[in-house]
């Protein structure tokens, strides 16, 4: 009886324990969103447009080589006064679920940006689906719906060709910067600390690049393209910066991975090129006479790329000073950053974070104050120490 009273106990828990998938959700009842883009209508509402894999069409085109069959994305848009009645709204149009857990960019227009993206981080945070390590990017002169419509030639989803050139660029030229949507939060809710996003553009024709054509010409007639870093003060755009300026926002964060610099010598502008092979920024913050200040210090290590005037690089004298101008032109980018960024009263540095690390009582006098009144009068010392590993392998050019 006893034995027979253990099975029976062991059977029921057993079944407890396999219930079944009662959340089960057919493959061939989704819709996997891979990008999400946000615009704002006339009227005030977002407009968001969602990137949905065509599974077959994808399968299909890597089967036969190239662009052959139909499009491996459709776009869906609906519009609604929050993010969540948008989503919403788009299952009317669609005949499966949208589901989110494979999402890994979010496209915003500048127009929403510059509005505000508290909103949009919340209705994204609270998303159990939803992952925060999706990347973020800032459409610029476009809408968010122009950019994920563009078809690419190489990588069928345009998704992931932006994602791949946001890590690749990073990597080898220095004036982009991977973020995604938990450090774009971490910026909002930090009171020493704001956003920076790197940009996409669209070169060519917006209306021609969603066409199956665009992906079956060796010259498309639209591509995708990053372009600038977007400035963030708490949660709204407040400034686009390119160029030198763009890679000084990036020396002082510590993202400089590899870069190429190309520096004047003898009179002759763009002489030498000089590519960083290792990199390392610290940040420390000081008191002076009762006031932080902050001292940024940049040693870079690299080799000779390229020199198009007569230079004795194995003359250690000339080395030395090429070093000291390759510091010098660190520096001015790095100033330039700084002083946009003060001008602008938003720290993308992070100098406020490092200011409450070192003094903590310190900091929470002066937190609330210190966007609008520190930050933009506050000391910055720069010093950089730039070293040359390598010339390649002629140390004297052929050019006379």
């Not at 209508?41 to 299909?60: E, I, M």
Request: proline share 4%; charged share 25%; with cysteine.
């Amino acid at each position: 009886m006893k034995r027979s009273i253990a099975m029976f106990v062991s059977f029921f828990v057993c079944a407890l324990l396999l219930a079944g998938c009662w959340s089960k959700k057919e493959l061939t009842d989704l819709a996997v969103v891979i990008a999400v883009g946000l615009d704002k209508t006339k009227d005030g509402r977002y407009l968001a447009s969602f990137q949905v894999v065509n599974p077959g069409n994808v399968a299909g085109a890597l089967q036969r080589g190239g662009g052959a069959g139909g499009v491996p994305v459709s776009i869906y848009t609906s519009t609604g006064d929050t993010l969540v009645e948008a989503s919403r709204k788009a299952s009317k149009k669609l005949s499966r679920i949208l589901y989110y857990a494979h999402t890994n960019l979010v496209v915003i227009s500048e127009e929403v940006a510059r509005q505000g993206l508290n909103d949009v981080f919340d209705a994204v945070e609270r998303s159990h689906q939803f992952r925060p390590t999706a990347q973020l990017v800032i459409a610029h002169g476009h809408s968010a719906k122009e950019v994920l419509s563009v078809l690419t030639p190489i990588d069928k989803i345009s998704a992931n060709q932006i994602i791949k050139t946001l890590e690749f660029s990073e990597m080898a030229r220095g004036q982009t910067i991977n973020t995604d949507v938990w450090g774009a939060i971490r910026g909002l809710t930090s009171s020493g600390r704001n956003t920076v996003v790197t940009g996409v553009v669209i070169e060519g024709n917006p209306q021609q690049g969603k066409r199956q054509t665009n992906v079956q010409s060796s010259v498309p007639d639209a591509r995708i393209s990053l372009d600038g870093l977007a400035l963030f003060k708490k949660d709204r755009l407040v400034r686009w910066v390119n160029g030198s300026t763009e890679r000084g926002v990036l020396w002082v964060l510590d993202r400089i991975k590899q870069t190429n610099i190309t520096i004047p010598w003898n009179g002759k502008k763009e002489a030498i090129g000089y590519r960083t092979v290792r990199v390392k920024t610290e940040v420390k913050p000081q008191w002076k006479k009762g006031r932080p200040s902050i001292l940024v210090h940049i040693q870079t290590e690299g080799d000779i790329s390229e020199a198009y005037v007569p230079i004795r690089l194995d003359d250690y004298r000339q080395l030395f000073q090429l070093e000291k101008a390759i510091g010098r032109d660190i520096e001015r980018e790095v100033r330039q950053a700084i002083e946009t960024a003060q001008h602008e009263k938003t720290d993308v540095f992070g100098f406020g974070e490092a200011v409450h690390r070192a003094h903590p009582r310190l900091w929470k006098r002066i937190k609330k104050e210190w966007d609008d009144r520190y930050f933009p009068h506050l000391p910055v010392t720069v010093k950089v120490e730039a070293s040359i590993r390598r010339t390649g392998l002629r140390n004297t050019p052929y050019i006379k």
